[in-house]
């Protein structure tokens, strides 16, 4: 049930954090084409929000980049056969270091002439050297600190004559606001470790829009606290849309969730609740978030969801492997999104709904 293909990083992070675990979302516009011998990136977009963020004390733990795009080639002297895709981040010392890479086959293909969409996995720029969480962090209390990131995207296509290569590279730039502005957390929200998971996100016709949602885990001596970052998927659902999104967990692994954790703003009554889960019963209505031992507080905040939980209610002790993730949905005709060990699934029939068929196994600090 391990899988890791969702995880972006696991990594001390700096106390204090606010917001979605001090982690940013950088957004971009989409880059205007490059043009080179043979080969060329003819769409290239940095996948985020906006390039503004507030935390409680200005420190960000995860700077995360989400680059799509489209090669293309054209006129090459022999059949292409596959390209590498490669990114890198100019750090703090004025040298570029490698951020992400994708090999795309293009056997299939077998053209001289033609394009491909690639897709990297997520990178926290904070993961690079020369470029922590320092870096973009704001020290003192109404301060901006303000970063421009070049980028560099390259492409080299192999071609079946090894000694026929074509490439070509272009840069771009990307700017991040970090504000320090000093509010209150709750409990053992200084938490001074962090999980981070991506999930793509799908259409009403499953088919993924290009974006993810996150889920942040952090853990803390009494609280662990899980923020569903919804940022992306939220932009796009209608206006009066049943939206709803629930962490499931299920805490000694025998494919039998015990909790649903749910932000659910198109019921009546409390927006936030609780469903406990059992192999012979399935799951219970839901329970008021307010009054449920297992959660010390609740909140949403522009987009990120937030539940601190109480360890010892959850009995998740340090080294202890648990299954968790989230599915968010607002109805067969909007967006959805599961952040899972099998994208899209997360929910499955067995067990009366409550099985854990789909999650994530992690690991607690």
């Not at 596959?82 to 981040?89: G, I, P, S, W």
């Not at 470029?131 to 301060?143: I, K, R, T, V």
């Not at 070049?150 to 990307?174: C, F, G, H, P, R």
């Not at 998740?316 to 968010?328: C, K, P, V």
């Amino acid at each position: 049930m391990s899988d890791d293909s969702s995880r972006l990083t696991r990594r001390t992070a700096l106390k204090g954090l606010g917001g979605a675990a001090g982690a940013a979302l950088v957004g971009g516009a989409g880059l205007t084409a490059f043009t080179g011998s043979g080969v060329a990136v003819s769409k290239f977009d940095v996948q985020g929000d906006e390039s503004q963020f507030e935390t409680n004390d200005g420190q960000v733990s995860a700077v995360i980049v989400d680059p799509t795009g489209t090669i293309t080639w054209d006129g090459l002297d022999h059949n292409a056969t596959n390209a590498v895709v490669t990114l890198e981040a100019k750090n703090k010392n004025d040298e570029y270091v490698k951020a992400g890479e994708q090999t795309l086959s293009l056997d299939a293909k077998g053209r001289k002439s033609g394009s491909e969409d690639f897709d990297l996995t997520p990178i926290d720029l904070t993961t690079l050297e020369g470029l922590g969480d320092a870096y973009f962090s704001a020290d003192g209390d109404g301060d901006t600190q303000q970063r421009t990131v070049d980028l560099k995207i390259s492409v080299t296509v192999n071609t079946d004559d090894e000694n026929y290569v074509v490439s070509d590279s272009k840069t771009a730039t990307m700017n991040t606001d970090v504000l320090n502005e000093p509010a209150s957390t709750s409990g053992d929200a200084t938490a001074d470790t962090y999980d981070a998971y991506a999930g793509p996100i799908y259409d009403k016709d499953d088919n993924q829009t290009g974006e993810d949602a996150y889920l942040y885990i952090r853990y803390g001596s009494e609280s662990i606290i899980m923020e569903m970052d919804l940022r992306n998927y939220l932009d796009d659902i209608s206006d009066g849309a049943p939206l709803n999104g629930a962490i499931g967990i299920d805490v000694d692994e025998n494919n039998v969730a015990e909790y649903q954790f749910g932000w659910i703003p198109h019921t009546d009554g409390e927006t936030f609740g609780v469903k406990e889960g059992a192999l012979d019963t399935g799951w219970t209505d839901w329970l008021p978030a307010s009054t449920h031992d297992a959660v010390t507080s609740a909140s949403m905040n522009g987009g990120i969801v937030q539940f601190e939980l109480d360890r010892s209610v959850l009995g998740i002790a340090t080294d202890d492997t648990y299954l968790t993730g989230y599915f968010a949905s607002a109805g067969g005709e909007e967006e959805y999104v599961a952040v899972s060990a099998e994208p899209p699934k997360f929910w499955s029939s067995e067990n009366n709904w409550t099985a854990s068929t789909y999650y994530l196994q992690v690991v607690a600090e």
